[in-house]
Each structure stands twice: as structure tokens, then as C-alpha cells.
């Protein structure tokens, strides 16, 4: 009887080895595939749901005032911080394209064109008026070519805390998918610091990271409140067909958007309040007979859409019908308590053509 216990403890011995070596060579490693495979899906997808990149960033830089290259080159060190799995980065140039060729985020990122995910692309006749960009036409494009959730121009001195912007986009994501908000457009304004002088040329900005603009930038205030640097849409949310040929970095095109908007019944989102955009204010502009002509054409496009409003009237304080802010740490979006009727401008196109579902359909 003795002999048999023993038996039956031997051989639940070893089924209870048996059982430890399965476990430990066949079970935890699988744990361990499955977990490394949904940290990699989450880093390589991040705050996105699909296989879709999240955000097309795109931008001009100008290729003649020699004073604006190294304000450039710092936005290219910015851009460089945007994450890759989630951001597509362009931009739109001449076929002379020229940068300050000496400048650090040129050498390391553009012109490697061995291992640079940049796009250049090249500013055709019909995308120009007057030889600068036009940016219905570069938002056309854009969409053409890339396929985000979000599409996002912003003017080539405007840095960026990038995960502030992400952030805030994500919610306006969000916020528009939970409400079936399918017409929207986001504005925000932007502060200002002054990095360029006649003495100390401009000023370099070391890597371009969020941790550099939150300490760099402390303190700088918000500036001109009727000047919007940047717009995001996505793809089917707003008609850039039916905007004029406005120019960019020139007044009335900004302020036009946002009357339209209003006025058209798409959504308007003001991201100011969580977001950082700082102006690298200071170097003149090349006013030359293009930039005049230019001029002359975005004054032209406004006089002749809009009825008795001025052109610089349009703050986004009061004339955005949303605006994010924090909540316990995260991010929301409220309705804006200062919006204005006034915002609505009277227009002299017939603004109820372009609410047709199919312009907004593709």
C-alpha cells in the first residue's frame, strides 16, 4: 500500500513538472508576444483608430528674404518633433527651391534624401497668384496626395508644443465624430515673441522639442487676436473648392474663412486656450511688386464676397462658435459663451450652393 503512494506522488510529480515546463516555455512567451504586439500596435498607431495617419501638416517658407532662413530652419526643427507614425509633413516651394543650406534641421532631415519622410512639392502655375501660394489650392493638393484624418497649413513662422496641438485635435476629433459634426474648421491665434533684429540677426532655437517652446516661450502673450497662422480640416468637412484664390501670409483671407464658416453653418473650433503657437515675430517683408499685387488681390476677393465688414474686425474670441479648454487635466470642448452675431457676415455669394452634401462628399 506504502509502494503505491509513493507511485501516485512520483507521478503527480511529474505531471507537475511536466505542467511547469508548458507553462514556462509555451505560455509566458505567448503572454509576452501578445503583450509586446499591443505596445508596438499602440506606439506605431497612437491616438489614431485606423491605419490612417492622423495629421498632414504643410507649410511654404519663402525662398528670396534671406533674414526669414534660420526662423525657417527653426520651424523645421519643430516640424522634425511631430511624431512620424501619425503625421504626414510637406512643403510647397518653387522649382529653385532654396534654403539656407547651412542650417542644422535642413542638413539632418530635408535634404537627406536618402532617408527624409519630408515631401517637397512643387508650387504649380494654377496654385500661385501673383508667383505666391494660394492656399484653397494647396489644401486640394494636400488632400490629393495624403490621406489623414486631419489636414492642417500653417504659416512658415509658427512653431508648435506639438503634443498640445495633437491634444487638442484629437478632442476636436472626437468631440465632432460623437456629435455627427460632418462641416467644421479649426482656427487658433498665436503668441508672440520676437526672435529676429537687425543686430542679432534671428535667433536659434536648439531642437524644437515641447519641453524647449514651453521653456523658451513662457511668459510671451497672445498677439493680434484677429490673425489666425494656421487652419485644420479634414477631407470632406470643409469646400475648399468654393473658396476664393486668397493668398497666403496676406490680410483678409484668415478672416474671410471664419465669416464664411459662420455664415455657411460650419462649425467653428477656436483651440487657443490649449494649444501653444508662438510667432517667431520681428524679420520685414520682401515687398516687392508681387507682394503688392498680391496684396491688392486678397482686398479685391474680400470686397467683392463680403457687404460692409472690415477686413481685421474678425477676433476669434468672439467669433468662433466652439473653443477647447481644460477639464481636471483633459482637454474639452465648450460652446463659446462671447460668440457674436456680428461674426455672421452678410456675403455676396450664394453661400447656400456650397451646402450642396455632395461638395462636401468629394
Same mark, same amino acid.
Given at each position: 500500500?506504502?509502494?503505491?503512494?509513493?507511485?501516485?506522488?512520483?507521478?503527480?510529480?511529474?505531471?507537475?513538472?511536466?505542467?511547469?515546463?508548458?507553462?514556462?516555455?509555451?505560455?509566458?512567451?505567448?503572454?509576452?508576444?501578445?503583450?509586446?504586439?499591443?505596445?508596438?500596435?499602440?506606439?506605431?498607431?497612437?491616438?489614431?483608430?485606423?491605419?490612417?495617419?492622423?495629421?498632414?501638416?504643410?507649410?511654404?517658407?519663402?525662398?528670396?528674404?534671406?533674414?526669414?532662413?534660420?526662423?525657417?530652419?527653426?520651424?523645421?526643427?519643430?516640424?522634425?518633433?511631430?511624431?512620424?507614425?501619425?503625421?504626414?509633413?510637406?512643403?510647397?516651394?518653387?522649382?529653385?527651391?532654396?534654403?539656407?543650406?547651412?542650417?542644422?534641421?535642413?542638413?539632418?532631415?530635408?535634404?537627406?534624401?536618402?532617408?527624409?519622410?519630408?515631401?517637397?512639392?512643387?508650387?504649380?502655375?494654377?496654385?500661385?497668384?501673383?508667383?505666391?501660394?494660394?492656399?484653397?489650392?494647396?489644401?486640394?493638393?494636400?488632400?490629393?496626395? @495624403?490621406?489623414?484624418? !486631419?489636414? =492642417?497649413? /500653417? +504659416?512658415?513662422?509658427?512653431?508648435?508644443?506639438?503634443?498640445?496641438?495633437? &491634444?487638442? *485635435?484629437?478632442?476636436?476629433?472626437?468631440?465632432?465624430?460623437?456629435?455627427?459634426?460632418?462641416?467644421?474648421?479649426?482656427?487658433?491665434?498665436?503668441?508672440?515673441?520676437?526672435?529676429?533684429?537687425?543686430?542679432?540677426?534671428?535667433?536659434?532655437?536648439?531642437?524644437?522639442?515641447?519641453?524647449?517652446?514651453?521653456?523658451?516661450?513662457?511668459?510671451?502673450?497672445?498677439?493680434?487676436?484677429?490673425?489666425?497662422?494656421?487652419?485644420?480640416?479634414?477631407?470632406?468637412?470643409?469646400?475648399?473648392?468654393?473658396?476664393?484664390?486668397?493668398?497666403?501670409?496676406?490680410?483678409? @483671407?484668415?478672416?474671410? !474663412?471664419? =465669416?464664411? /464658416? +459662420?455664415?455657411?453653418?460650419?462649425?467653428?473650433?477656436?483651440?487657443?486656450? &490649449?494649444? *501653444?503657437?508662438?510667432?517667431?515675430?520681428?524679420?520685414?517683408?520682401?515687398?516687392?511688386?508681387?507682394?503688392?499685387?498680391?496684396?491688392?488681390?486678397?482686398?479685391?476677393?474680400?470686397?467683392?464676397?463680403?457687404?460692409?465688414?472690415?477686413?481685421?474686425?474678425?477676433?476669434?474670441?468672439?467669433?468662433?462658435?466652439?473653443?477647447?479648454?481644460?477639464?481636471?487635466?483633459?482637454?474639452?470642448?465648450?460652446?463659446?459663451?462671447?460668440?457674436?452675431?456680428?461674426?455672421?457676415?452678410?456675403?455676396?455669394?450664394?453661400?447656400?450652393?456650397?451646402?450642396?452634401?455632395?461638395? @462636401?462628399?468629394?
Amino acid at each position: 500500500m506504502l509502494a503505491k503512494c509513493w507511485i501516485y506522488v512520483f507521478i503527480l510529480c511529474q505531471i507537475i513538472v511536466i505542467g511547469m515546463y508548458v507553462y514556462s516555455t509555451l505560455y509566458v512567451p505567448l503572454i509576452e508576444v501578445a503583450h509586446k504586439k499591443r505596445s508596438s500596435e499602440h506606439l506605431q498607431i497612437g491616438c489614431n483608430d485606423s491605419n490612417t495617419k492622423f495629421l498632414t501638416i504643410f507649410t511654404t517658407f519663402s525662398e528670396r528674404e534671406l533674414p526669414r532662413f534660420r526662423i525657417q530652419n527653426n520651424t523645421l526643427c519643430n516640424y522634425e518633433k511631430f511624431p512620424k507614425h501619425l503625421t504626414e509633413r510637406a512643403i510647397f516651394a518653387s522649382d529653385g527651391f532654396q534654403l539656407r543650406r547651412d542650417g542644422k534641421c535642413w542638413l539632418e532631415t530635408v535634404s537627406n534624401t536618402n532617408d527624409s519622410d519630408w515631401h517637397i512639392i512643387k508650387l504649380e502655375p494654377h496654385m500661385t497668384a501673383a508667383g505666391r501660394p494660394v492656399l484653397r489650392q494647396m489644401f486640394i493638393e494636400t488632400q490629393k496626395r @495624403f490621406n489623414t484624418d !486631419l489636414y =492642417m497649413y /500653417s +504659416n512658415g513662422d509658427i512653431l508648435f508644443h506639438v503634443e498640445k496641438l495633437i &491634444t487638442s *485635435l484629437e478632442e476636436v476629433k472626437r468631440f465632432t465624430k460623437a456629435h455627427n459634426i460632418r462641416r467644421f474648421i479649426v482656427f487658433g491665434a498665436r503668441h508672440a515673441a520676437k526672435l529676429y533684429s537687425k543686430s542679432n540677426e534671428s535667433f536659434e532655437i536648439i531642437s524644437g522639442s515641447d519641453e524647449e517652446i514651453t521653456q523658451r516661450f513662457r511668459g510671451t502673450k497672445l498677439d493680434q487676436l484677429d490673425a489666425q497662422d494656421y487652419f485644420i480640416t479634414s477631407k470632406t468637412s470643409f469646400p475648399w473648392d468654393a473658396v476664393p484664390d486668397y493668398v497666403v501670409s496676406l490680410p483678409a @483671407f484668415d478672416n474671410w !474663412l471664419l =465669416m464664411f /464658416s +459662420n455664415k455657411a453653418g460650419i462649425a467653428t473650433f477656436d483651440i487657443t486656450a &490649449t494649444n *501653444l503657437a508662438v510667432h517667431q515675430a520681428g524679420a520685414p517683408k520682401f515687398k516687392d511688386n508681387n507682394y503688392q499685387t498680391s496684396m491688392s488681390s486678397n482686398r479685391k476677393l474680400w470686397n467683392a464676397s463680403i457687404i460692409s465688414f472690415r477686413a481685421g474686425s474678425t477676433y476669434l474670441k468672439s467669433c468662433c462658435k466652439w473653443e477647447t479648454a481644460f477639464k481636471e487635466g483633459k482637454v474639452i470642448i465648450v460652446k463659446n459663451p462671447t460668440f457674436k452675431d456680428k461674426c455672421i457676415a452678410k456675403l455676396k455669394i450664394p453661400v447656400e450652393n456650397f451646402l450642396d452634401e455632395k461638395v @462636401f462628399e468629394g
